[in-house]
C-alpha cells in the first residue's frame, strides 16, 4: 500500500539545514496497523506530513497504492488527499462553527457529494463511532474524547486507503485513549490500513507492528503481539 | 454560487463578529452613501439650472440684420437692411429640417419709455409682434383666455395676450382683464388672454411681455413687409448649430450681402449655449463619481483589512480543510464570496439611505417651495445599477489579496498554529 525508498528532507534554519530524515526505507502492506514511535525530534512528525502529503521530500521515492507521489501542484495534492488519505490530528482539529456531522461530511462536499447522500454517510459514519445522538452538536459542545470519535468518523468518511494519526491519544487521558484505540483497532479489523504516531509505549502495544525512529533513521521495526485496548475500557 | 453549505458559511463567518462586520460595512456603507448623495446634488443643480432654460426649445437661433462691413454688387459698405416676411418662405423652401421658423418684430426693450397705457395707469413692456407658434419656442402657459391663432393672424386683429407681470401693473386686483383694451403706443388692442412663462430665465421681465399678431403689428406699426429678427427651431434629429450657417448665407443671398461679410447678420446659437450648460454638469458627474469612489476606496481597504484578519484568524481551519483535500480555488472562491457579499449588503445599505435622504430632500424642497437653482434631486436606475457594479468590482479587488494570502498559507504551517 505504501512504499517509501530512501527518503530525505532536510529543513533550512537560517543559515545551518538540520537534516531531520535520513535515508528512510520503509512498506506498509494493506490492512496494517503501524505505530510510529520515536523522541521528539527523531523525524515522526516529518514523515508523517510527507506520508500525508502536506510536506515534500527533497529526494526518495514515495508510492501510494501504486501511485507515485512527486511534484505535486496544490491542487492535485488536495485531490489525493481527499481521495487517499484520512487525517486524525493530537488536537481533534475540528471546525468548531460547524456541528458534529457537518464535520463529517466535510471531506464528501469536497468531493462534491450530493447533499443528501453526504449527510446519510455522515451519519453512517457518525453511528459508527457511537455519536449519532450527537449529530447536531457543535464540537465546542462535546468531550475531548467525542471529538476524537468525529474527527475519526471524518477522516473515515470518505473512505480512505489509509489513515493517518498524529498522536491520536496525546490529548487525551488514558481511559478515553483505551476507548479511541478501541475504535482505531476495529476500524483496522474491518481492513482499513492505518498508520499511528506515537510516544506513548502502551498505545504503540495496541498496534500490530512498531517502526522505532531515531534521529532521522529507522533503528527498529518489529512486528508485536497486539493488546486489545477492549479490556481496558 | 447557489450553494447552500457555502452561503451558510459565509453567513456564519460574517456574524460571528457582528461588530467587526458592521464597522467593516459602515466604510463601504459611506462611501456609497457620499456617491449616490453627491450625484443627486448634482442632478438636483442640474434640474434647476435647466429650468431655467424652461421648456424654451433649446434647439433654437435667433437671427437679426445689422449694417454691411463690405460692399457688394454695387451696394455700398455700410447700408442697413431688413429680413422680409418673404425671406421665411425662402428659408422653408432652401433649408430642410427646419420645425418652426418665427419672423418676430418688436416694441420697447429694457429700460425702455412708457409705452402702454391702461386707463390713468402706464408702463413699459415688450412687445412682440409674432405667429402662433412661438408658443411652441418660447413656452409659456395660458393662464385665462386664449393664445393668437391665425384668424388673428389673417384677419390682422388687433388683440394681444399679456403677462401676469403686465396684469399686475396695469389691472386693479380683481378686475377683469379679458375684453378689455389696452392702449399700446396709441393703438387699441383688446386683452384675449394671459399668460405665465415656467422659465425663471427671464425672471420678472418675461412675465411683463405682450404678444399681438404679426400681421397686426405690422400694420398698426408701420413695419409693412420687414422683420425685426426671426426665432429659428430645428427638428429633434438635427443640430441648429450645423444648419445656422445655410440659413445665413440664405439670407445673404436674398439681401444681396457680401458671402464674406460675417458681420451683416448677427445671431445667437442657444444649442450651443446649451451644450455648453451640458457639459458643465458632464465634469459636474466627473467629480461626484471621482470623489464618491475615493471614499468608497477607504470603504474597501477597510474590508480588504478585515478579510486579512479573517484569513489570518482562520489559518487554522484552512489548513484542515486543505488536508481534508478542499482544493485552493474553492478556499479563494470562499473568500472572495465572502468580501463581495459583505461590500454588496453594505452598499446596498448605503444606496438605501442615500435614498432616504434624497427622499428626505426632496419632500422638504416641496414644503418650502422652491429654490434657486436647485430642483428634485435624484439618481436614476442606472446609477443605482452602475453604483452596484462597482461595489461588485471592488468587493473582488478587496477580496483578491486576502484569498491568494489564504491559498498561500501551506496546511502544514497552518496545522502548526497553535
Given at each position: 500500500m505504501i512504499e517509501i525508498k530512501d527518503l530525505h528532507k532536510s529543513y533550512k534554519m537560517g543559515s545551518n539545514s538540520l537534516h531531520v530524515l535520513k535515508g528512510i526505507n520503509f512498506k506498509v502492506e494493506e490492512g496494517e496497523l503501524v505505530a510510529i514511535m520515536g523522541s521528539s525530534g527523531s523525524g515522526k512528525s516529518t514523515l508523517l506530513n510527507i506520508l500525508g502529503m502536506l510536506d515534500g521530500a527533497d529526494s526518495g521515492e514515495y508510492t501510494l497504492d501504486n501511485v507515485p507521489i512527486k511534484n505535486l501542484s496544490e491542487t492535485k495534492a488536495a485531490q489525493y488527499r481527499n481521495k487517499f488519505l484520512g487525517f486524525i490530528f493530537q488536537s481533534f482539529n475540528l471546525i468548531n462553527y460547524k456541528s458534529a456531522l457537518e464535520n463529517v461530511a466535510l471531506p464528501l462536499y469536497y468531493q462534491k457529494v450530493p447533499r443528501k447522500e453526504r449527510q446519510e454517510k455522515a451519519m453512517k459514519y457518525l453511528d459508527r463511532v457511537g455519536l449519532k445522538p450527537w449529530?447536531?452538536?457543535?464540537?465546542?459542545?462535546?468531550?475531548g474524547g467525542q471529538k476524537q470519535r468525529v474527527a475519526i468518523a471524518r477522516a473515515m468518511a470518505a473512505e480512505p486507503k489509509v489513515l493517518l494519526a498524529d498522536e491520536p491519544t496525546g490529548a487525551l487521558d488514558s481511559k478515553t485513549s483505551y476507548e479511541v484505540m478501541d475504535l482505531i483497532q476495529k476500524i483496522n479489523d474491518d481492513g482499513n490500513t492505518i498508520l499511528v504516531v506515537t510516544h506513548e509505549e502502551d498505545i504503540a502495544h495496541m498496534c500490530k507492528r512498531i517502526v522505532h525512529l531515531k534521529d532521522g533513521v529507522i533503528v527498529e521495526d518489529k512486528k508485536i503481539e497486539q493488546v486489545r485496548a477492549e479490556q481496558y475500557v | 454560487m447557489f450553494n447552500r453549505d457555502r452561503w451558510r458559511e459565509i453567513l456564519e463567518v460574517l456574524t460571528s463578529n457582528v461588530w467587526r462586520t458592521i464597522f467593516t460595512a459602515f466604510g463601504v456603507c459611506w462611501g456609497i452613501f457620499i456617491l449616490i448623495v453627491l450625484l443627486a446634488a448634482g442632478k438636483g443643480l442640474e434640474n434647476g439650472i435647466k429650468q431655467d432654460f424652461?421648456?424654451?426649445?433649446?434647439?433654437t437661433m435667433f437671427m437679426w440684420t445689422r449694417a454691411t462691413t463690405k460692399a457688394y454688387e454695387g451696394l455700398p459698405q455700410g447700408r442697413g437692411f431688413n429680413f422680409k416676411i418673404s425671406d421665411v418662405q425662402a428659408i422653408r423652401d432652401n433649408v430642410p429640417n427646419l420645425r418652426f421658423i418665427s419672423p418676430r418684430n418688436q416694441l420697447g426693450?429694457?429700460?425702455?419709455?412708457?409705452n402702454v397705457v391702461k386707463g390713468i395707469r402706464t408702463g413699459a413692456f415688450n412687445v412682440y409682434g409674432d405667429y402662433p407658434e412661438i408658443i411652441n419656442q418660447d413656452p409659456m402657459a395660458v393662464t385665462s383666455g386664449r393664445f393668437i391663432n391665425y384668424n388673428d393672424i389673417d384677419e390682422k386683429r388687433k388683440v394681444a395676450v399679456i403677462g401676469l407681470g403686465v396684469k399686475n401693473d396695469l389691472?386693479?386686483?380683481?378686475?377683469?382683464?379679458?375684453g378689455s383694451y389696452i392702449k399700446i403706443q396709441g393703438v387699441n388692442f383688446m386683452v384675449i388672454g394671459t399668460y405665465k412663462k415656467n422659465n425663471s430665465g427671464g425672471g420678472e421681465e418675461g412675465q411683463k411681455e405682450i404678444f399681438v399678431p404679426f400681421t397686426a403689428f405690422s400694420q398698426a406699426f408701420n413695419q409693412g413687409e420687414n422683420v425685426g429678427w426671426m426665432a429659428i427651431t430645428a427638428n429633434d434629429g438635427s443640430s441648429i448649430s450645423q444648419l445656422k450657417d445655410k440659413i445665413i448665407d440664405e439670407m445673404k443671398k436674398r439681401h444681396k450681402v457680401h458671402p464674406e461679410d460675417n458681420r451683416a447678420i448677427g445671431y445667437f446659437d442657444l444649442y450651443e449655449q446649451y451644450n455648453r450648460v451640458e457639459s458643465l454638469f458632464g465634469a459636474l458627474k466627473a467629480v461626484a463619481y471621482i470623489v464618491g469612489i475615493m471614499v468608497l476606496l477607504s470603504g474597501i481597504i477597510g474590508v480588504s483589512n478585515i478579510m486579512l484578519i479573517v484569513v489570518k484568524e482562520r489559518t487554522k481551519e484552512i489548513g484542515i480543510r486543505r488536508a481534508l483535500g478542499e482544493q485552493p480555488w474553492s478556499i479563494k472562491k470562499q473568500i472572495l464570496m465572502e468580501s463581495i457579499f459583505l461590500t454588496i449588503i453594505s452598499g446596498m445599505v448605503g444606496i438605501i439611505f442615500g435614498s432616504l435622504v434624497i427622499y428626505g430632500i426632496n419632500s422638504l424642497l416641496d414644503s418650502v417651495g422652491p429654490v434657486d437653482m436647485f430642483m428634485s434631486p435624484s439618481v436614476s436606475v442606472g446609477v443605482v445599477t452602475g453604483a452596484l457594479i462597482i461595489l461588485m468590482v471592488s468587493g473582488l479587488l478587496a477580496g483578491f489579496i486576502p484569498a491568494q494570502s489564504a491559498i498561500r498559507v501551506r496546511p502544514i504551517e497552518a496545522l502548526r498554529t497553535e
Open positions: 449529530a447536531a452538536h457543535l464540537p465546542s459542545e462535546l468531550s | 424652461g421648456d424654451t426649445a433649446t434647439n426693450g429694457f429700460g425702455g419709455n412708457n389691472y386693479e386686483k380683481d378686475e377683469e382683464v379679458l
